[in-house]
């Protein structure tokens, strides 16, 4: 059964650090994955969407990457904000038909 | 586009009352699904549509649990009888296509609370 961790569970930085968000999935084989934002209160938005044929996506400050080998993603944020603090969830499908499967989050908190 | 519906955003009811979810799609998007998420178990997929019909309703936790999409634009999650353990905030997300091949939009959510 294909499960999902996410560390660090919670991490808490001053305004202006770069950080790296982990995800990993137990199976390796993982056809594509996505990265949220989910706000206290809030639905899940969609930050970036790895593709099967890609490696890594980037949006200004956001960059994912997906090594299929291990099954593991990283979530880089460049230069924290406030405005970032979040619980952040990756979620991926093991083919290219299968139900997606969300990681537990990591919980975001950058220090003004 | 609004973006995906939901309704209510916040129900309170009682113990053995009958809850009904409600949800309307982005127009044009091909599948939805419905999600719980609780402290304890996360995130977790409960159903999801493909053009009206359901799909995989394996994630459904019991009987008492049944959901419909009668058309491309509205789909309803109900619970009958209720029971507390069924609190938890219910997400209701659409697709252009099966999520893996596209991205998934949330709605606000519904946050149950059962007395």
């Known amino acids: 059964k294909q499960e999902v961790t996410q560390i660090p569970a919670a991490l808490s930085v001053p305004e202006g650090e770069n950080l790296v968000l982990n995800c990993s999935f137990t199976d390796s084989a993982i056809y594509n994955l996505q990265w949220f934002r989910q706000d206290p209160g809030k639905g899940l938005t969609s930050l970036l969407l790895?593709?099967?044929?890609?490696r890594e996506q980037t949006s200004g400050r956001l960059n994912a990457s997906l090594d299929k080998s291990s099954g593991r993603s990283t979530l880089y944020i460049a230069a924290s904000q406030p405005g970032d603090s979040a619980t952040y969830l990756c979620a991926g499908g093991k083919t290219s038909y299968d139900k997606v499967i969300f990681g537990p989050g990591t919980s975001l908190s950058v220090i003004p | 586009d609004a973006g995906v519906i939901q309704s209510p955003r916040h129900e309170v009811t009682e113990m053995g009352q009958e809850v009904t979810l409600r949800c309307k799609p982005i127009?044009?998007?091909?599948?939805l699904f419905w999600y719980r998420q609780t402290m304890m178990r996360g995130l977790e997929l409960l159903i999801y549509f493909n053009n009206n019909v359901p799909i995989d309703d394996s994630g459904m936790p019991e009987d008492r649990f049944s959901a419909k999409m009668p058309n491309a634009s509205f789909s309803t999650l109900k619970i009958q009888p209720s029971e507390p353990r069924d609190s938890a905030v219910y997400f209701c997300?659409?697709?252009?296509?099966?999520?893996?091949?596209?991205?998934?939009?949330f709605g606000p959510g519904t946050r149950l609370t059962v007395l």
């Open positions: 127009s044009g998007h091909d599948y």
């Open positions: 997300a659409s697709s252009l296509r099966l999520a893996v091949y596209n991205e998934q939009f």
């Open positions: 790895i593709q099967s044929s890609q």
